[in-house]
């Protein structure tokens, strides 16, 4: 049990508060599902970048999913080995694309053409061969919130079947390049595993004409995208996705890499505000809290749910919107949900807050980040603090005429 009263005076509020032990059964878990086969789960670092979760996952064994240099480098920072990191992502810079290079990470995962050209000529100019990947967009709709779909033809992301075959060809004919990865990933918080099974099979499928091409890939990389509950989800078991995974590679002699971010982290988080006061706007009851929509966006951005308690003894219920104190009408994490009576300093802690919450939060209203702590083996300890008010001018102060 989090004592969440005594984290909350500790380290005050607004708080992210990540239960390391929860992470490491997740990893556990996912990790035993796939046994049977040659398996390396690279964390997709965006979910949670903070870089005592990066070594937390590092430690277990994982790998990182990386989409931007700076997530790489975090992942070096955090002792993870170069062989055991990826770079994907839609667009690279050439900067990038050249440090990704000379690091020597296991691959680097391509979108398009157009950056398989850049990356040949990057590696050409550093002398280099460079390990690369195709995301292949199997097209397929993965029935989740359209924001975060990303496997259809109409997302941006990768590149169709027979463009990914002229593109392994051409990888194949380059000197600089070496073509060792397959990969594809259809949306995130995904419930149901059909779309992923007929994914796969689409996938394996090409890698078995690639082979007959005498292009041998090495690393079945299936994305991330497991979902967790928020609210009453049906979800997909480890156990059944590994197993429909494995029914599409048959033979195939492939390590499987996999890019889970908020099936790692998700349900490990918790976001702890406090309250301010509340009003009633006619009819219309407001719990206002010391978080806000900079610090915790999804709702806001996605209407997404996550689940809500009040800490307090109180009794009484009745219909509130939980808002912030930003000045938009966006601003709010849970909306027309049966609350208790709340008072000043009642804590309210919002659940599933570990994976793309602090991750996606930001200065607006010169609010800054909040604070993070771990929690391992019943101790807390500190992995990010607070943001000063000194911290958000630093940059521009000296510019100040
Ligand atoms: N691999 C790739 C190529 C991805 O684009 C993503 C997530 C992942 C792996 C990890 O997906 P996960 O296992 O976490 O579902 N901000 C949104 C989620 C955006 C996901 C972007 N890509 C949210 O708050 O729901």
């Known amino acids: ?47 949670n970048s903070n870089l005592s979760v990066i070594k937390h996952l590092a430690d277990l064994g994982a790998g990182c999913d990386c989409v931007s240099i700076g997530e790489v480098r975090r992942a070096f920072l955090a002792g993870v080995a170069n062989y055991k990191i990826i770079f ?62 990303t496997g259809l033809n109409s997302n941006k992301f990768g590149v169709d079947i027979d463009d990914a075959k002229r593109m392994y060809i051409k990888a194949k004919n380059s000197s600089f390049l070496d073509p060792v990865g397959i990969h594809f990933h259809i949306g995130s918080q995904l419930t149901e595993l059909e779309p992923i099974r007929e994914s796969s099979e689409i996938v394996a499928d090409l890698v078995r004409s690639l082979k007959v091409l005498d292009i041998n890939i090495k690393f079945f990389d299936i994305g991330g995208g497991l979902g967790i509950k928020y609210k009453d989800e049906t979800l997909i078991t480890p156990y059944d996705y590994a197993q429909a995974i494995f029914g599409t590679l048959q033979s195939l002699d492939v390590t499987i890499l996999c890019e889970p971010g908020r099936f790692l982290v998700g349900e490990s988080g918790y976001f702890l505000t406090k309250v301010l006061y509340e009003k009633q706007n006619g009819d219309k009851r407001f719990v206002i809290v010391d978080g806000a929509m900079n610090d915790l966006i999804r709702p806001a951005l996605y209407g997404s749910f996550h689940e809500v308690e009040v800490l307090n003894d109180s009794e009484n219920e009745s219909l509130a919107d939980i808002v912030g104190p930003v000045c938009e009408s966006g601003d709010f994490f849970a909306k027309n949900l049966s609350l208790k009576e709340t008072k000043t300093g009642d804590l309210i802690v919002i659940k599933a807050a570990g994976a793309y919450c602090f991750t996606m939060s930001s200065n607006y209203n010169t609010r800054g980040k909040v604070a993070e702590v771990a929690i391992e083996d019943g101790k807390d300890r500190l992995i990010r603090r607070r943001e000063s008010f000194e911290d958000l001018i630093e940059l521009e102060k000296e510019y100040l005429k």
């Open 88 to 149: 994907s992502g839609v667009g690279k810079r050439d900067e990038e694309i050249k440090e990704a290079i000379k690091k020597d990470i296991l691959m680097i995962n391509l979108e398009s053409e157009a950056e398989l050209l850049r990356v040949e000529a990057k590696a050409k100019e550093l002398g280099k061969v460079a390990r690369i990947s195709i995301r292949v967009n199997p097209n397929i709709d993965p029935k989740t919130h359209p924001y975060i779909s």
């Open 1 to 47: 049990m989090i004592n969440f009263q005594a984290l909350g005076e500790k380290y005050n509020t607004p708080l992210y508060l990540y239960d390391f032990n929860h992470i490491t059964t997740r990893y556990n878990t996912l990790k035993e599902a796939f046994r049977a086969k040659k398996s390396l789960i690279c964390y997709a670092v965006k979910a």
